[in-house]
C-alpha cells in the first residue's frame, strides 16, 4: 500500500460546519470501494481547511479517491508521501 496526503479546501461557503464534519465518515465508506483507507484527517488552519491522509493500492486508486473526495465539494492537491528512512536509502543509491 502506498500512503497519500491531500490538503483540502472547502469550495464556496460553509452553511453548516456539523455537516461538513460528517462528511469524512461517509467518505471512508466511499472510498473503501477503490481499496482505499481513509486513515486520518485533520480540519487545519491557514490556505487549507483540512489535511487528509489515505492508504490505496496503487496511483490509481488514490486518484479515484481523490475525485470522490472532490465530488462533495472540496477541492484537493494529493501527493504521494514515503516515510523519511524510505527516502535516505533512495538517495544512497
Known sequence: MSKYVSLVKVRGTVQNVQKLASIWGDLRTELEEYDTDL???YAILGEYDFLVI???PGRDEAF????AIENQGLDMQTMEIIPVEDFASL???
Open 39 to 41: 486513515e486520518q484527517s
Open 54 to 56: 489515505m492508504d490505496a
Open 64 to 67: 479515484k479517491a481523490a475525485m
Open 91 to 93: 538517495v544512497d543509491e
